[in-house]
Structure formats: structure tokens, C-alpha cells
């Protein structure tokens, strides 16, 4: 079986960068990313999940960044999903997190976000749920 591991986030800087130099003299900055999704029930409530996930950034994608990150950044992340696991056997406990491959800044606090988020996604390639016959309200499972 063919595997795919690849993710793109849209998202908010959530908690202040912390970036930490390694024994081998490479750069890494960690932080949490948070991001909403909504949707509609068939009630007509709107409902907002939120998510939270650690990220880390390696040297390469840090000297690619115009400006150091803050709280409060929009940014779109690429990246890898990882996982790892620690304890012992019958308690192990799990935390998974991301490894960026690519990072685009948005916008920061109270800067418009339109025209970057338009550059990064052309509107011939942005498709709203209508476009493709979906009625989030009517087909959600619960």
C-alpha cells in the first residue's frame, strides 16, 4: 500500500516561538499551532471545533522566513505528521506533533490577510462545498 504523509494548515501562531540550538549547532523553533473548523447542524446551530498542535521548525525552514515568528502570526504550514510515544508498557502515553516542510506568513495581528491568502491560493483552484454538490448541513453524520 501506497503511503502519503503530507498536511497543509491554515492557522494561528498560538503560543510565543521558542527556538533551541542542538548539540550539532542546528537550529530548531517550537511552537503551537491552533486552527478552527465549523459547520452548521441540521438544528441550524453552529458548532466551532478548535485544535491545537505542536510544530517544529528546522533550520532550513527558519532562515527561509522574512521575520521571526510571534503569537498571533496566520500562517499556512506544510508538513509531516509525527508521533511518539514514551512510558512504560499498559501506560504509554502519545503526543503527535508536525514537522514543517514549508511555511507561508499570512499576516500578523491586524494586518490584512486576503490578498496573501489569494496569492498562495488562486481562485481558479479554491472550491467552495457547493461547487462540488455537498450540503454540509444535510450530510453531516450527526
Do not use: C
Not at 516561538?17 to 511552537?31: A, D, H, R, S
Not at 512504560?88 to 491568502?117: C, F, Q, R
Amino acid at each position: 500500500m501506497a503511503q502519503f504523509n503530507y498536511l497543509s494548515i491554515l492557522g494561528k501562531v498560538e503560543s510565543a516561538p521558542v527556538t533551541k540550538t542542538l548539540t550539532t549547532g542546528t537550529n530548531i523553533t517550537e511552537f503551537t499551532l491552533g486552527w478552527e473548523d465549523s459547520y452548521i447542524a441540521k438544528n441550524g446551530a453552529k458548532t466551532v471545533n478548535k485544535f491545537a498542535i505542536d510544530v517544529t521548525l528546522w533550520d532550513a525552514i527558519i532562515k527561509k522566513l522574512d521575520k521571526p515568528l510571534q503569537a498571533g502570526d496566520e500562517i499556512i504550514l506544510e508538513g509531516r505528521l509525527r508521533s511518539s510515544s514514551w512510558g512504560p508498557e499498559g501506560a504509554k502515553k502519545t503526543k503527535h506533533s508536525i514537522t514543517a516542510s514549508n511555511i507561508t506568513l499570512i499576516g500578523t495581528p491586524g494586518t490584512p490577510k486576503l490578498d496573501t491568502v489569494k496569492k498562495v491560493f488562486p481562485q481558479s483552484t479554491v472550491k467552495t462545498p457547493q461547487d462540488d454538490g455537498v450540503n454540509f448541513v444535510d450530510e453531516m453524520p450527526f
